[in-house]
């Protein structure tokens, strides 16, 4: 009898998760608080952009092995292992991070498990600690039920791929070490840890087949994983950042920079792509989150350069706005700025703390009329920012633009061809934000070429 696996919070990491676990053979039921999402799920939509996952999704109610409900008590009864993949936003006044969802998912689940034996795993992204807090809780609310953490590594735009086919799978299980309890209830702990672990590699079966890596640690390592990873990514793309303001200042060239410096293995080319910085649900989010929880635990100082990463990130959407102000000769009144990409990276509508729309909106309250185009990110950046000008294509995007700005590298901008768009402009200026065209072709076609980091 295959595993009954519930997955609470269908976002963009619950739908991939609960369309991939119901392909690879699991009877899958995702649980949302959010009506709307889950018809749209139930009739096999997904409601936002992902590659790939609308297939598997519709695959997987098919089948009959995929179904959604808003139904706790249905979800409680069905399920042998729970998956918690509720959003952790960072809180509106502060850095920390908002674990309402998270209690509260906690807090409606637990008390139907009572009379039951079952495996709850926190994919979310939290603070460390959080995972303990949340077993005491359980272990008083509901004995039966066993907590492990398995943060989640996806990346928006691969996250199918990502979640059939992970570069690692981290478990945090308790720990039975506590110099507190008895002998005979560390036993207990290490059995029922035991078995959670078994669970996992039941559930991770054929990833770890295909060789996937399958690490067992502690909750807070778990924990830590996952941020560690991020902070390390974000200071990655803050350096190659920083370095383009150093050739900003020096006439040098950071693309050519970063190309040298990623043939060296200890450095490697991965995440060494200079340009408008990072955004999305996550990395901006869980920085910050790091930062607070590590001031909480009075180490804030080993995390105080992680500061100076979120400001670099910052300062190059000012440097952005500074170009294309140049551009348009000093000032945005009467400027026409047409923009190609809203979404926080390309093969997602996902705008959370996009760089390019904070661009195109700091760039419209300065006086200019802003028009952007994103191939799929312009109903969620209509509802955000209904001030800005909407086209439907690139070409009408750019249509009489004093200057031209690639913020988000879709494909379609990438391949773009320089002539026929500056048949429609005003003028021949380009921004090159994200480092993804060819400076030659559009020099060649007669376009003002500038880029973040290059002369
Ligand atoms: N998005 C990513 O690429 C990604 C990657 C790795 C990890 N994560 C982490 O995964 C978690 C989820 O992120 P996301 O981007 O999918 O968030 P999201 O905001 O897209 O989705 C959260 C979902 O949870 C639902 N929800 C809220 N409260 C609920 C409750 N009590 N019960 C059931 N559902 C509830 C919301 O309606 C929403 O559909 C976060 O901790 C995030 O940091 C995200």
């Not at 920390?96 to 807090?107: E, F, H, K, P, Y």
């Not at 661009?359 to 969620?380: F, N």
Request: with cysteine; glycine share 10%; aromatic share 6%.
């Amino acid at each position: 009898m295959p595993l009954r696996l519930t997955v609470l919070g269908t976002g963009y990491l619950g739908t991939a998760q609960a369309a991939c676990l119901a392909s690879l053979g699991f009877e899958v039921l995702g649980v949302d608080t959010d009506p709307g999402r889950i018809d749209a799920l139930n009739g096999g939509t997904v409601p936002f952009h992902e590659p790939d996952l609308q297939p598997l999704l519709r695959s997987g109610l098919r089948a009959g092995r995929l179904r959604f409900t808003t139904n706790y008590a249905r979800a409680a009864a069905f399920g042998d292992v729970h998956f918690i993949c509720v959003g952790t936003p960072q809180q509106r006044d502060s850095n920390r991070a908002d674990l309402s969802q998270l209690n509260g998912c906690v807090a409606t689940l637990a008390p139907l498990l009572a009379d039951r034996e079952c495996l709850v795993v926190g994919k979310c992204t939290v603070p460390v600690g959080t995972a303990g807090l949340l077993s005491e809780r359980l272990s008083l609310l509901a004995p039966g039920i066993e907590l492990a953490w398995c943060p989640e590594f996806l990346r928006e735009g691969h996250a199918v791929s990502d979640t059939l086919r992970p570069d690692r799978i981290v478990v945090g299980l308790q720990s039975s070490q506590s110099s507190q309890s008895s002998q005979s209830s560390r036993s207990s702990q290490s059995s029922r840890a035991g078995q959670a672990e078994a669970i996992l590699r039941e559930v991770h079966a054929e990833q770890i087949a295909a060789g996937a890596p399958f690490l067992v640690t502690d909750l807070a390592t778990a924990e830590l994983v996952k941020v560690a990873a991020n902070a390390f990514l974000a200071t990655k793309i803050s350096f190659i950042n920083a370095m383009a303001e150093v050739c900003e200042a020096a006439h040098g060239d950071v693309h050519l920079l970063a190309q040298a410096l990623g043939h060296d293995p200890r450095i490697g080319p991965a995440g060494l792509r200079p340009g408008l910085g990072f955004g999305g649900g996550c990395l901006p989010k869980d920085i910050r989150a790091f930062m607070a929880r590590a001031d909480e635990l009075g180490v804030d100082q080993a995390l105080s350069f992680l500061r100076e990463v979120d400001a670099i990130n910052m300062r190059r959407r000012a440097r952005m706005v500074d170009l294309a102000r140049e551009l348009v000769g000093g000032g945005f009144d009467g400027a026409k700025v047409g923009v190609l990409g809203v979404a926080f990276k390309p093969d997602s509508d996902d705008i959370r703390d996009s760089p390019a729309l904070d661009v195109a909106k700091t760039i419209h309250d300065l006086g200019a009329a802003v028009t952007v185009y994103d191939p799929v990110a312009m109903p969620q950046a209509r509802k955000a920012h209904p001030e800005l000008g909407y086209a439907e294509s690139a070409v009408d995007a750019v249509r009489d633009a004093d200057v031209v700005l690639l913020l988000t590298e879709w494909a379609e901008f990438r391949d773009a061809d320089p002539e026929r768009l500056g048949m429609v402009t005003a003028k021949r200026n380009i921004v090159d934000g994200r480092n993804a065209l060819d400076p030659a072709r559009w020099r060649a076609a007669s376009w003002h070429y500038r880029a973040l980091g290059r002369p």
